[in-house]
């Protein structure tokens, strides 16, 4: 009977223990199955030498020692021996390393870098600090894990970029701004005494692909996270992540000297503003040594700033930056600005603030920029400010959570998009300028460098909500460490390190990631359509919106669809917005035979002929019906996998994209009507008439889909 009850728990705790849910992430050290191999790297790796004399070197021994013996199904132990086989690590001032290191490697592997090698007898790990060596310790771990062979463990890698940062758009009551995988999971309340464990496999999984950082507080700030209690929580953190090498910042609401400390103004030309930040500044580097500084939205959506004040962007950046230089913190400036009055075209607005103040902030600024010049929208041209500011070092700012590319239940690729982005020519310094070039320094020689990505992490069990998410984060920290990686490659990676290595699983699932991206343009925003969603929630289509008083907030401010033609102008006749890039670019962007961007750029007669030989009107038609067929194509795709991948997760997948299927759909439909309502032109021919009439889905409304703000 006991022996019964025995093997019953045992099944119990295999199944539950196994179970699917994505938790695990791309973290998923089970032993390798292939017996070959396994034979062969367990010869090979007979012990680890790594001295941990550091917080995160002892993360580094351990998460080896936790990956390796799971990998290799048995323990692998810690010692210093050096005759056998095995993982020898350290710094590069240890002599134990330095001894097989040459001096030209030891001066190449820089800050947060490790060279990571396989020498027929020992795998050598060294660095220079200790957050190189667990970065190595996780690359080398991924390479196991994706069973490569050992002769291939040959790397010398330095991060391209300094700060490599999620934004976490939280907010302290623990909604999200734009989550999509449930609440946020920083548990203010319950912080600084309950530690949830979720912090740790947090810190662990953004370590595990090299991000240094995190901001945890919405950009839409609060303040009260300035109250000491609140620090003590934000220390509890910290010294979470700590070990980790992930340091923690904070947004920084303008007002906050008169919200909690109670002045009668936030001019940051004022002693007393100035005193306050200081002595804000001093409280928190008492509570968290290494904090790493703020983020600031000014002047933006309401949010407060220092041109209230009749001050200027510098102003505001540089008294915040003088009160956290004395102990090494930096200021990440947002580029999203708004002002109060209507812009002649919003995606001329942060180029025109921004790029008279070049030079004028201190070294210890970043401009922190979106990728393009309107809002993350499906696809932009880059923001023209980068290339534009060669004096100021600039920062990307991408949104992993996908606001405005289906939220949480579409699947969209978006290492795709962020490729596209990194790898244009901005022409600032002649040919081969790309943004890459201008993020990592190499252009103009910029001092900090950076990346940030507003996070899609929420309490879901499996992080994301969508599965598929978790190829999004993974994307962003890669293209952070470099920019150069391209996206097939990394949907490779995460594919083969979350879904195993079969190459009917691989292939399908790589495939799917990576045409999801112009799918999702084409059932959303084709031919340079952007903006037109929904109001506020951003969920689902809606090109109808004219109605809300502020000009640059309606969906017809953007895509201007009249009797004669769609899309906004951008060129010479237009708002000139397109002068804003080097002429190389414009030359590029305003290309009428560039579809991407095309009516971003122009006004274009319905019946005009596009380079495709069709009409707008019928390629517009067209490519919406495209989308939604490759939505469906996606769906089907996924049922040949169902044979190879775990229940749990296949159901999950399949789930959403039914939903994405409906969506697509939706999109397609409402997007034809309402331009055909604009139009007045006949459908082409063969194409299936949307499903309802445009009432329908004009009237259709979701006062809870996630991101509405509650009207209270
Ligand atoms: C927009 C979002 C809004 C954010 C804003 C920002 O809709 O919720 O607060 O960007 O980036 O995309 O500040």
Known sequence: MKRLVLLWFLL?????????????????????????????????????????????????RQELQTGLSGLLGKVVGLEPGKTRKGVVGGLISDPVVAAYLSAEERDRIGEEGYLLRFDGMRILLAAKDDRGLLYGAF??????????????????????????????????????????????????HE???????????????????????????????????FRRDYLEKVAALAAVFRPYGIKIYLTARFSAPMDQGGLPSADPQSPKVQKWWGDKVKEIYELIPDFGGFLVKANSEGQPGPQQYGRTHVDGANM??????PYGGIVMWRAFVYSDKEPEDRAKQAYNEFVPLDGQFRENVLIQVKNGPVDFQPREPIHPLFGAMPKTPVMMEFQITKEYLGQGTHLVGLASMWEEVLNTDTYARGKGSTVS?????????????????????????????HIFGQADWYAFARLAWNPYLESKAIFLEWTRL????????????TEMLASSYETCVRYMTPLGLHHIMAEGS?????????????AEWNSAYYHKADEQGLGFDRTETGSKALAQYRPQLAEWYGDKTNLRFLLWFHHVEWKEELSTGRTLWAELCLQYDQGAREASALKVKWTTLQPFIDTERYEQVSMHLAIQEKEARWWRDACISYFQSVSKMDLPEGLAPPKYSLLYYKMLIFPYAPGTRPKW
Request: with cysteine; hydrophobic share 40%; aromatic share 12%.
């Open 139 to 188: 690359h080398l771990l991924r390479h196991l894990q994706q069973q490569l062979p050992l002769e291939q463990l040959d790397f010398l890698e330095n991060p391209k970029m300094k700060i490599r940062v999620l934004n976490h758009w939280d907010n302290l009551d623990r909604t999200s701004e734009r989550g999509y995988a449930g609440f946020s999971i920083w548990n203010w």
């Open 320 to 325: 915040l930056a003088d009160a956290l230089k």
């Open 437 to 465: 070039k201008v993020l990592d320094g190499s252009l103009f020689g910029y001092q900090l460098t950076g990346m940030a990505g507003v996070a899609n992490i929420g309490t879901a069990r499996n992080w994301t909500g």
């Open 538 to 550: 951003h969920y689902g289509p809606g090109p109808w919106i004219d109605q809300i008083p502020r």
């Open 12 to 60: 119990f705790c295999t199944f539950f223990l196994h179970a699917e849910d994505g938790y695990r992430l791309w973290l998923r050290w089970d032993r390798i199955e292939n017996k070959t191999l396994l034979r062969s790297y367990s010869g090979q790796i007979t012990f680890i030498r790594l001295p941990g004399e550091t917080p995160v070197a002892g993360t580094a």
């Open 191 to 225: 912080l600084p005494e309950y530690i949830d464990p979720r912090y740790r496999d947090y810190a662990r999984a953004n370590a595990s692909v090299g991000i240094n950082g995190s901001v945890v507080t919405n950009v839409n700030a609060n303040a009260l996270v």
């Open 498 to 509: 979350t879904f195993g290595l079969n190459p009917q699983v691989v292939g399908p699932i």
